[in-house]
């Protein structure tokens, strides 16, 4: 059965306009159209609760002292992942996982084209074809609807681009909501656990693919702000590679364009 599972995985969890031609509807929103037309996506990774021999349980343990996994993925904006790379160490940055994935896995990553971008968060540089909020600004969404609503273009870009990253989480939601078993992994070896991860996301984009009928993705649906189960922020520090030039004009270009909207 796993193994049926995982060529699933193989089959499924891709995009499915590899061109990324489409502008997604929630993107058309008068909130964010023209100036997020070209966002494609968004990027996170996720800490799922492993067993591990106790010679290597340092390295898993995470800044929350859980025994983990640090599971990157790609989602897009109907709540699918698109890519997966499981099995690092949960004391493992982000962008490590994110380096390994540009490198040994680049033949496989559904890379932006020129011009488009996924929304990634302040433990990301902002570079080309990867859009990061404003560091030292408020960010997160729900700090903004537990405080102060955002006060200048720089903030409204954050919240603007916190609503849409949001998707992300929203579908780390649904995954472990629905899928209890990723928070008691059976002690297999841990490529094993690797593959029932990803087997998981399998099911979760069968499911949404499928159109049947889910409590979770339905109350999604109907409440773009709604996520089924507390999945913990993102607290690590941010990453040291430097911001690019040109993505930054770009992300000026477009917290202007979000403000002249309001």
Partial sequence: MLACLIKLAQDIIRPQDPQFTNVH??????????????CIGAIDGTHIEVVVPNDTAVQHRNRHKEISQNVMCVCDFDMRYTFILAGWPGSVHDMRVFNDAMTRLGHKFPHPPPDKFYLVDSRYPNRSGYLAPYKGHTY??????????????TEHFNFCHSSLRNVIERSFGVLKNKWRILFHLPSYPQRKQSKIIVACMALHNFIRESKISDIDFDMCDHDENYVPLAVPRSQGIGTNESDSTVMNQLRDWVADGLWSLK
């Fill in 25 to 38: 509807p929630r993107l058309k929103n008068r909130k964010y159209t023209p100036f997020m037309d070209n």
């Fill in 140 to 153: 997160h969404f729900q700090e903004y609807r537990d405080g102060i609503m955002p006060r200048g273009k």
